[in-house]
Structure formats: structure tokens, C-alpha cells
């Protein structure tokens, strides 16, 4: 007897050998045939879908719960416009927090005050706590002077530190307890379940640019057995956390996570240790990304992540250990460095299956894309970026590079698969309303950021579904919808194929279901 059958369905499977169907049926978490195979199966329960449309949960193949999570808590400075708005919320939040101990606050971006705040400026409301307000984009923060004066000198700024500088001043504070952190997984994850996300590969644990504390591991555990955890989760890990190992010569793996463990570990089950994540660059809203030639209005070209060994060392060597690389590249020099050292890589060990990917891809130059697809390397972009900072990020690249941003057709004419993502919190992390720019390329304000680079809407589909679970070595078991897959679905009040590009994001999540929810 089946678990479950959901009939009078628009079926989308995302199986080019079987593309639609009308009704599934589930047993034990698993899809075990469609249509014909099913219909005349004893169900114990039947679901009549109404003609509402089903696919392929969908999977956020980059994104950082902990920080989401942590952020939907803390006091925002946003939408502030003016300095001194800023300086208010701060010293509202400075009077409302507990004596003593750190304030952090979020929502901190410099573009609509016209300049970066001061530490001087933030000790005016401190009341001589220790204040940190972190940048929207993740790179940067805005620190008081006491902070400030707790760096080394030689990182010391004015007040806003990027990159390596923010990661010294989030060392200084005391780290999340175990419970703290669970919690804050959960909330996001169950804001990704509502938006139809039933798995994620969280993008980084252990890093010290974005590091919550030394359990952050041990935390994604604690919140999958406390049953907070109502998605599927890959843990990438920061190349930070890995340590020089002696091993033997032909196991060429020099350095290595405690115990040898790399991408694989708990393979199948709901939390499972997923790519290397390496930093190469920073952030565009930071202006830290790294680019070949100045951002527009100014000198500055962005800036390399400063490391204690050579960044391509770093990926070579994490090749030669056997692990799925996530190097993280926005500019279009990071990219650069990025390819180069993939290359040499591969030349020294050849590894055709690794399934390398780049995360972001955020501006790729046309004679990069040839050396992408040589590689097979994946690109993993956030649509939401140009539709939420697009305008932005356009201005600052100029008409011929603003053309390259964030590509879509570009990679897929080329061969390379597109792994759809959110970046969660930096940007808005619903993919229904990421696919619509992927096909419109158009921002909220309305403006057209490269054209040339629109997709069709089953090709954006796929970025969610079939090829995001190929990015994540999930396709045995998710990403389509076909017998023996796990019974991740997403059901939908419209067919997103059938409705205006303009409206994908407006479409209805109905209901998310994972496999074995409600004991099906």
C-alpha cells in the first residue's frame, strides 16, 4: 500500500525522459512511479491537487542559515538614509541591550549615506560598549573605538572594516552558545520551507570572515536533533578550518579537516559535509570584489582575500585531497585566479568528475567562458543580487561589463550549468522570484541588466532543481521527480511555463513537502 498519492496534478518532473505527469505515489519518503504506475495503487492517503502544480522541491545551492537566521533577530539599521538616523537606531538599541557585553546590530550599507561611518560618530551613542554593525553584504562591518582599538594597529581604520579586518573584529566577540545558534538555523530553515526550499548547501562553516563561534558544526547537528531542521542541508566547510597533516606521500593530502573527513561524509542522510569553501574576493556593495580594471567613479579595483598561504596553494591542494572545490569568485580577476589554479589542478591530478564549482561568478568577461566549461566547472549564481542591487552594480561596472554580470545565457551556450541560489540574508532568498529575473533580467526599478544573458523559464527551473542537486551531489536522490527520488515537492497555485515572466514571483507556494513528512 502506498503512503500517499497526490492526484489531479500538473506534474513538472524536471526528467527529460518523462516530463510531466498527473499523479505521483509516495512510499516511505520515495516517489515510487507516476501516472499508469500508480493509479490503481491502495493509497492510506489520497491528496486531490486540484490541478495545482508540482515540482521538484527546490534547492538553494548557496546559502548561510546561521547568519540569516542570527540577522532575523538583531536590530537593523536599515532603511536608514542619513547618518543620523543611523547614530538613533544605534542608540536605541545601545539603551534597549543588557549591561555590559557587545551590541551587534545588521542593515549597515554605506551607498545611501554617501560615506562610511566613523568610529568617533557610533561613540557618540555608545555609552562605551562595544558596537558592531554589520554590512549588508557580508564583507564589511562598522565598528565603534572600542572595538577598534582592540585590533592590531596595523588593520586599524576609521571606522569601516572589510574582508580580513572584519573577520579580526568578529573574533573579538564571544561566541554564540550551541542553543543560540540551533535556533537560529531553524528559523531560517523554516523560512526557506515556506518558499518552497526543501534543501540547502550552506555556504562556509568555520570561516573566519564569517564565523559565529568554534561549534558551528556542532550546532547544524544539534538543530537537526532538536528537530529544527526541516530541510536537507550539505555543510560546506572553510578552507580556514583545515590543518597541515602528515600523511603518507601518495595520499597527496597535505592538509585536511580532523580525521581526513571531506566532501561525502554522511552522504544520504540530512546533514552531510559537502564542498571546500575558499574565498578569493569580497563583495561588490562592498567594493571589495577584485576586477581587472577599476570600479567605476574611482581608482579602486577591489582587492584579493589576503591569506596566510597562496590562494591557489589553497584550491590545488584541496583538488589533491579529493574534495568538491566552492571557490568563492565575484570579480572578474578573483575569477581569474579562481580558473587559473583550477586548471594547474587538474593538470597535476586529473579529476573529470570533481564537479568544481565557482560561487557567485559575479562579473565573468567573454574569454572566460570557454576556460568554465573546459573545466566543468559550475556556475553558482544569485539572480536576487541584480534584481534587489542591480541598478547599483550596473552603474559601478559601467555599460560593457554591466552586460557581463551575473550571466545566464552566456554559461549555458557555452556548456556550463547554472546552480541557482540566494546568498541568504545578502539578498532576498524566494527562488520563484529569482527564476523571474533570470528570464526578465530586469531589476525592480524596472531596468534591463543584460539582456543577452534572459533564459527560458524551464532553464531556470532546472537552475533550481536538476542541476542545483547535480551541483550538490544530490541527483541519485533529488532535483526530478521520478521513481526511487525522495519525495521533495513543491506544490504551486500557478504552472510558472504558463504565466508572464512578470508574475513567476508572484506564484503561490501552496505547500512544501519533504521526504517522510507526515509519516509519508
Known sequence: MLCARFSNANVITMDPTRPTARELGIWRGRIVGLDEEVSGLPARRVVDLDGATVLPGFIDSHTHLT??????????????????????????????????????????????????????????????????????????????????????????????????????????????????????????????????????????????????????????????????????????VSADTLRPVAAAPEDTTPYALGLGLRTGFGEGGELSLGALKIFTDGGMMARTAALTSPYVGSEDSGQLQHTDRPLDETIIDGHLAGWQLAVHAIGDRAVDVALDALERAQRLLPRPTARHRIEHAGLVRPDQLPRFAALGATAVVQPSFLRYFGDDYADIMGPERAEWLYRGRGFLDHGVRIAGSSDRPVADGAPLRAIQFMVERASRSGRIIGPAEGITVEEALRAYTADAAYACHWEESAGTIAPGKRADLVVLGDDPRRVAPSRIGEIEVIRTHAAGDDGI
Not at 551590541?103 to 557618540?124: C, F, I, K, N, S
Request: aromatic letters at 4%; glycine letters at 12%.
Open 67 to 236: 547568519w540569516a537566521g542570527l540577522k532575523a533577530r538583531a536590530v537593523s539599521v536599515a532603511p536608514c538614509a542619513r547618518i543620523e538616523e543611523v547614530l538613533a537606531a544605534v542608540s536605541r538599541a545601545v539603551a534597549a541591550a543588557p549591561p555590559g557585553g557587545w551590541v551587534d546590530l545588521a542593515g549597515y550599507d554605506q551607498r545611501p549615506l554617501g560615506r562610511h561611518l566613523t568610529a568617533r560618530e557610533l561613540d557618540g551613542v555608545s555609552e562605551g560598549r562595544r558596537v558592531l554593525i554589520g554590512h549588508v553584504s557580508g564583507h564589511g562591518c562598522a565598528v565603534n573605538s572600542a572595538v577598534m582599538e582592540a585590533l592590531p594597529a596595523a588593520i586599524r581604520t576609521e571606522g569601516f572594516l572589510a574582508e580580513e579586518a572584519m573577520g579580526a573584529a568578529r573574533a573579538l566577540r564571544p561566541p554564540y552558545t550551541l542553543a543560540e545558534l540551533a535556533r537560529a538555523i531553524g528559523t531560517a530553515a523554516t523560512q526557506c520551507r515556506a518558499e518552497g526550499v526543501t534543501a540547502c548547501a550552506e555556504a562556509g562553516i568555520g570561516s573566519t570572515l564569517f564565523a559565529h563561534g568554534p561549534l558551528e558544526g556542532a550546532a547544524h547537528q544539534l538543530a537537526l536533533e532538536s528537530g529544527r531542521l526541516p530541510i536537507r542541508l550539505r555543510l560546506m
